[in-house]
Structures are given as C-alpha cells and as structure tokens.
C-alpha cells in the first residue's frame, strides 16, 4: 500500500513545454505540501494545501500553478518550462494544519528539460 | 525567515562509529525539530523529532538534543551500520513552513 504516490516518477521534457505532475495519498491528511530538491539536494516548501485550501504559497514563478481536486490529490502544473525547473519535485503530506506534524513524502518526479 | 544551518556537508565514519549531525536555526520561534533520512532515489522519511519542551529524544540507536538556548539541536547516531548510509536533513518549524537544513551525506564503511 502507497501512502504518498506521484506520477510520473521521471518526466523529460523540452523548454518552453506544459507539463503536470500528479500526487496523491491515502492516509486521510489534510494537509498536502510540494517541495523542490535542487541539484545539490536542497529541500525547498513551494506550496501548502490543507482541504483544498492554499495556506503555503512560497517565492515561486507563476508558472507554476498548483491545483486540489479534493484533500486526497495535489497536482502541479508547470507552464512554459525552463531549464532550472530541471530537479527532483516532492510530495508530502501530514495530518493538521500546520507543520510540526510528520510529514510523509511520496518518491518524487525527477524533472529534466532540455 | 528562517534559516536553518547544517553542519558538516559529507561524513564518513567506520561502521560501529558514532556520528553526529549539528543544526543551527535563527528563528526563536521554532519549536518542532524533525530529521529526515533521505536514501538514494527514494523520498525523505522521519527518523526522529523533538519538540522545544524536550531537551532530548533517544529511540534505539538515534538520539537528538534540543538547546532552545543556543539555537542549535544535534542528531546522534550510535553503533553506526552500512545501511545507515544516506542523507540526513535536519529542520525546524513554528507552525507554518518547514525549513530544511542542506543536509549531510554519511557514508558508513565496513
């Protein structure tokens, strides 16, 4: 049983292109998170969900747009890639509203754009 | 904001060795303090955390120390195992965003 899943788990893809990558969990969180892992493995939050509601949005292009179907699900879609958007992007989710709970990562989506 | 310092970058140590991972953090309003062990191609996953009214957390063969004081919380690892090799993220929170540390990398030889 996956707790915290995302497809795809690697994505290549051309500058200038859409693309979108899928979460979703079924331990019954509320909350749901995305976070970008750089080249040298700097973790960084970009954006928090708790009930489909936004409650974390960081310094992030507009380009990227995350979107909450339901608590279950947290997509995010990035318009327009650019070389530095090539890195490892996260999905997390915990219990409550805030972020001293355990958060429980998914694999990640590793991100190339050429 | 805050900013959270992690020291050092690469560690390796002789299986059985003891290691040890330091964190600073500037924001005194952090009170919730998670290590993550993030192995190779795989997402990060909590080992151990400690919350601002504990000085100090053991749980078999992980301890962590919290000093609210100096702003700093240590990850000690005893008895060290290859399989322990990986990276370790220290963070911290007040409630809203949780920042990570650089993390270290701890290679563990037999």
């Known amino acids: 049983d996956t707790a915290v899943s995302q497809t795809p788990k690697y994505l290549v893809t051309q500058m200038g292109n859409d693309k979108s990558i899928k979460c979703e969990q079924n331990?019954?969180?509320?909350?749901m998170y995305w976070y970008k892992q750089d080249s040298k493995k700097f973790l960084k939050i970009m954006f928090s969900?708790?009930?489909?509601?936004?409650?974390i949005n960081e310094t992030v292009p507009n380009r990227f747009s995350p979107k909450s179907p339901d608590k279950a699900h947290l997509n995010l879609h990035i318009n327009s890639l650019e070389l530095g958007d090539s890195a490892v992007y996260f999905c997390a989710s915990s219990q409550g509203r805030t972020s001293k709970e355990t958060q429980y990562f998914g694999p990640g989506t590793r991100l190339l754009v050429l | 904001g805050e900013n959270v310092e992690q020291h050092p970058s690469t560690l390796s140590v002789q299986e059985g060795d003891s290691a040890v991972i330091k964190c600073t953090y500037s924001d005194s309003a952090s009170n919730y303090f998670p290590w993550y062990k993030q192995e190779l191609g795989k997402g990060p996953q909590l080992i151990i955390d400690i919350r601002s009214n504990v000085g100090e957390k053991k749980d078999q063969r992980i301890a962590v120390t919290l000093n609210k004081t100096a702003k700093h919380f240590s990850l000690h690892i005893t008895e060290t195992q290859p399989e322990d090799s990986a990276v370790y993220f220290c963070a911290a929170s007040g409630g809203t965003a949780l920042i990570f540390g650089k993390g270290t990398t701890l290679s563990v030889s037999s």
């Open positions: 969900y708790n009930n489909k509601e936004l409650i």
């Open positions: 331990l019954g969180h509320d909350t």
